[in-house]
């Protein structure tokens, strides 16, 4: 159920399911105040697994074939998931908004399409919901990514620090944010804003796990844990990585890295004459690739802020702390748990859209004119 609004604070719960297509994230946060001075506080989080959902969701969004019916019941189905996480993370309190995300089961702008029916989730909660967050940016010439710089210069800019903020999600993308304090001069902070996706991520690393060991992911980066550096197997990885870096674009679900893969690995992930290190070797290669070109994409900065459920993996994050030339924070640190960063974002987003503040920046998202007013509105 909505309350009254607030004109100080307002409880709103975020919801994101990224390209990894692994979980959906919900995080209940206060905001405070209005506009980019508002003060975020996270009350609780959820994390829901996909499950068998989450397989159908993968095979859609490599565009296999499914009929109407079938893609309206997974639709319905995946809008219960959200319904029901965001009735638990809400509990007892009473929730002003719902963002929601949606799965990106297609984007290759002009095109988008984040996945919901966000009138389940409005009925079932009586609480406003908006989402297609993308769908303006990209409609006006954008390409709707990165969408979180926003809620990023919100949550982590400094007034002394030049800080970059990486997600290591299902893609590794960054934020860059000139110092900046509280009540800062807003305008000017955000044209120095630089972001950008540069290279899959997760992707890469949880196709490996199942080329390599049979496991759907590297669970907190264990097997890559007990490999070594392979030169060879690096630079290959590397020249994958540098080609969609130096795309300048949103990478999306056209992005398919699985040639890239089989040339890198070869015969290993097939051949059972391949010993267990050399697997380990490969998947310890492409993490110390991942991080290589994504600190060469976001040069020289006075502190890094790593984000995403890649922060788990030790291995990816030890190469990011050994190849780093200044601080690095998880972004935990900062009081924003690594893997519902993005979660957090959307209640920000969501926050700023019901305010009418564009929410992306014409910069980052390639539009030859200022940013519109995001978001459609569902209403109980």
């Given at each position: ?7 100080t604070t307002r409880l709103v719960a975020g919801c994101m399911t990224g390209t990894s297509i692994d979980a959906l994230d919900v995080a209940l946060v206060e905001l405070t105040g209005r506009g980019l001075d508002v003060r975020v506080r996270l009350v609780r989080t959820l994390s829901r697994p996909r499950g068998t959902m989450g397989e159908a969701l993968r095979r859609f969004a490599r565009q296999e074939a499914l009929s109407a019916g079938a893609i309206a019941a997974l639709n319905h189905e995946f809008s219960d998931l959200h319904a029901d996480a965001v009735e638990e993370v809400i509990g007892a309190d009473v929730a002003d908004l719902v963002a929601v995300h949606g799965q990106t ?276």
């Open positions: 159920m909505a309350r009254k609004p607030d004109t089961v297609y984007h290759a702008p002009p095109l988008t399409w984040q996945l919901l029916e966000p009138a389940v989730v409005a009925r079932r909660l009586c609480v406003p919901v908006v989402s297609n967050l993308r769908a303006a940016d990209v409609a006006a010439g954008g390409q709707g990514a990165p969408i979180t710089p926003m809620a990023d210069y919100i949550m982590f800019r400094d007034a002394k620090e030049r800080r970059a903020v990486l997600n290591l999600g299902g893609f590794c993308n960054y934020t860059t944010l000139p110092p900046a304090g509280v009540r800062a001069d807003h305008f000017k902070a955000l044209d120095g804003i630089e972001a950008g996706d540069i290279c899959a991520c997760n992707h890469v690393l949880d196709g490996l796990s199942r080329l390599l060991f049979n496991l759907p992911f590297d669970e907190g980066g264990s097997q890559a844990l007990q490999g070594h550096l392979d030169e060879a197997c690096f630079t290959r990885f590397v020249d994958v990585f540098e080609h969609q870096r130096d795309l300048r674009r949103s990478l999306g679900t056209e992005d398919d890295l699985a040639q890239g893969l089989a040339r890198v690995t070869q015969a290993a992930g097939r051949d059972a004459a391949v010993s267990t290190d050399q697997r380990a070797n490969i998947l310890r290669s492409a993490c110390a690739a991942v991080a290589a070109v994504a600190l060469d994409r976001v040069g020289a900065v006075d502190r890094l802020i790593l984000a995403g459920g890649g922060v788990l993996n030790k291995a990816l994050l030890g190469e990011f702390q050994k190849r780093a030339t200044c601080p690095v924070n998880r972004s935990d640190d900062l009081g924003v748990p690594a893997p519902y960063r993005e979660a957090i974002a959307m209640a920000v987003l969501g926050a700023l859209c019901e305010e009418r503040i564009p929410i992306t920046l014409p910069q980052v998202t390639k539009l030859s004119g200022p940013a519109p007013v995001a978001g459609s509105w569902t209403y109980p």
